[in-house]
């Protein structure tokens, strides 16, 4: 009887243990989640303003879609290391310093965006050809982003993971130390901030470009 009334409760134990281990495990994870979540986003935003802009050049200057698809990835990494470097560069860094961080933190997870974003909008008929003021652009580029987030997210998560990727980044975007001269004037854009706006410009153009078709 005492034997098995210790069996039972070394089994009591074990189990208290797995769950205690489980939600360790589980609670540890989340910070991780919440910022691979933050990291996409910025590096999201910086691809959506880059592919805009490199789409409105293109077109105004008539070139071909290779043509504008080069210029939109290559604003697209601008942008996209511009908006990480600023924390950065607040919190003190050089130019050089900064970028070289930024670089190393942020261009797997831009060339992943990038890629399934421009393979995305090219599947998708007569969106990449449609133009601004066409409800097929901004319908194509809200499911091509949304298409490149989740492609980036686990390519962030893993990096986080191992300390690389936005960890690099992590405590400058989080404010490590005061700004001090011109430096305070380098604006701060939160993930919910950047979102907000990427959402409203979207929105934004689709409704113009539906009053434009009526």
């Given at each position: 009887m005492s034997t098995h009334r210790q069996a039972h409760e070394h089994a009591a134990e074990a189990h208290e243990d797995h769950e205690a281990h489980t939600s360790h495990s589980a609670h540890a994870m989340a910070p991780v989640n919440a910022m691979a979540a933050s990291a996409t986003l910025h590096c999201l935003t910086g691809c959506a303003i880059g592919e805009i802009a490199g789409l409105i050049i293109g077109t105004a200057a008539g070139l071909s879609n290779a043509a504008t698809i080069a210029i939109s990835i290559a604003l697209a990494f601008v942008f996209g290391f511009s908006l990480s470097s600023m924390p950065l560069l607040k919190a003190g860094l050089g130019a050089a310093a900064a970028f070289s961080i930024v670089f190393a933190a942020d261009t797997l997870s831009i060339a992943t965006m990038e890629v399934f974003d421009n393979l995305v909008m090219a599947v998708i008929p007569g969106a990449m050809n449609a133009g601004l003021a066409n409800s097929t652009f901004w319908i194509g580029m809200a499911i091509s982003l949304s298409a490149a987030f989740l492609a980036a997210y686990p390519v962030n998560r893993y990096l986080l993971q191992r300390g690389k990727g936005h960890?690099?980044?992590?405590?400058?975007?989080?404010?490590?130390?005061?700004?001090?001269?011109?430096?305070?004037?380098?604006?701060?854009?939160?993930?919910?901030?950047?979102?907000?706006?990427?959402?409203?410009?979207?929105?934004?153009?689709?409704?113009v470009s539906i009053a434009a078709q009526l």
């Open positions: 960890a690099l980044t992590h405590e400058y975007h989080h404010g490590a130390g005061q700004a001090t001269g011109a430096r305070r004037l380098i604006p701060s854009f939160s993930t919910a901030s950047l979102l907000g706006v990427l959402i409203a410009f979207m929105l934004g153009g689709l409704i």
